[in-house]
């Protein structure tokens, strides 16, 4: 009987730290990039809920286990409730969105409201201080859950001690429709301490969708009605600010603000402008004092509205005839009964003429 030829095997060390185990060559399971024996597999592998994948520590988000990269990629980081949490799967022991200040840069699953013939939303970023000494966690709760899952509360490095109150996108005739909610919830952060006019740093910030503008020409005469008439737009905001919402741009600005957004170069462009256009979803407008008083929420929404219908069909020619006029403009929105609250407040400001009484 021939003598049986022993053929040498090529084995490999484990990749886990402290193991000495070896095993063939491609026999491993792959673990966190690393080559893994059975042994360890077994006792210290975990696979993460999310992907599927073999890691060495997880991270509990919602009450699964994920690992690094997707906590890092998909899931956000709550303070109050000293946790990690997934913003488009809503866990049920913790509201987040309700009850929870998230960081600035974290926004949830978005949940829009109303319909509209054109398909767009407004939204609401609505900045205060506290300045009575009261809990933020208290401001942050009453907020989100006085209307449950239509409110939810970031924080802001601009604000000394204080937070933003950011809106799920609605419609006008839905922002309308809560109204009575809205002015109780409002009243409620007033009564806490909360402040927001009478601040250095609360502004607010009014979002429309994109999909408000047909055309680049559209979004010109937008632009141009809010840059044409600075005096006024800003006596109606209720301040002028060039370091957070620039309304005196230098010519030639808009039209380049307009071609770069239409060429997708958002990251070109500068954020601390009147009508910010670096937001690929949205178009937003910044020039509003801040305030806790619903009259003065109501105008803002209402203006920026009646800003985008009156400039939808504005052409060229009417532009130089001086339609874009704030007079004019003025004259119009008082003519449309769903801009009520931006009516009274143009009066009350002083901004229309005799003439037009």
């Not at 620039?246 to 307009?258: L, M, N, S, V």
Request: charge should be negative; include cysteine; charged fraction near 25%.
């Amino acid at each position: 009987m021939p003598n049986e030829i022993e053929v040498e095997v090529e084995v490999q060390e484990c990749d886990r730290y402290w193991c000495d185990n070896t095993f063939p060559v491609g026999e491993g399971t792959e673990v966190d990039g690393g080559e893994w024996c059975d042994d360890c597999v077994n006792d210290y592998a975990v696979g993460c809920d999310r992907c599927g994948e073999l890691v060495a520590d997880t991270h509990t988000v919602d009450g699964e286990e994920w690992c690094t990269n997707c906590t890092d990629d998909d899931a956000f980081w709550c303070a109050y409730c000293d946790c990690y949490y997934d913003p488009h799967g809503w866990s049920n022991e913790h509201d987040h969105d309700n009850g929870c200040l998230l960081d600035y840069n974290d926004t949830p699953l978005l949940r829009f409201r109303g319909e509209d013939p054109h398909g767009y939303y407004l939204g609401l970023e609505l900045e205060m201080e506290d300045t009575s000494g009261c809990s933020i966690s208290d401001g942050v709760e009453l907020a989100g859950s006085h209307i449950p899952d239509h409110f939810y509360c970031k924080s802001d490095g601009s604000l000394y001690e204080g937070m933003e109150m950011v809106s799920h996108p609605m419609t006008l005739s839905y922002w309308q429709q809560i109204r009575p909610r809205f002015d109780s919830l409002t009243a409620g952060l007033r009564r806490m301490g909360m402040r927001s006019w009478n601040t250095e740093t609360a502004g607010i910030h009014v979002h429309v969708s994109s999909e408000a503008f047909e055309s680049d020409a559209h979004l010109w005469m937008f632009q141009r009605l809010f840059y044409r008439n600075p005096d006024q737009v800003s006596k109606f905001a209720g301040r002028e600010s060039s370091r957070w919402a620039q309304i005196r741009p230098e010519k030639g600005e808009i039209t380049y603000f307009t071609k770069t957004r239409k060429n997708g170069n958002h990251s070109h462009l500068p954020r601390y402008m009147a009508v910010n256009l670096t937001n690929r979803s949205t178009v937003e407008i910044r020039v509003f004092r801040g305030s806790l008083n619903p009259n003065r929420v109501f105008a803002n929404l209402e203006f920026v509205h009646a800003a985008v219908e009156y400039t939808r069909t504005l052409t060229i020619k009417q532009a130089h005839a001086g339609a874009l006029d704030f007079s004019i403009f003025a004259y119009w929105l008082r003519q449309q009964p769903q801009y009520a609250n931006a009516a009274a407040h143009l009066s009350a400001r002083g901004l229309v003429s005799a003439g037009n009484d």
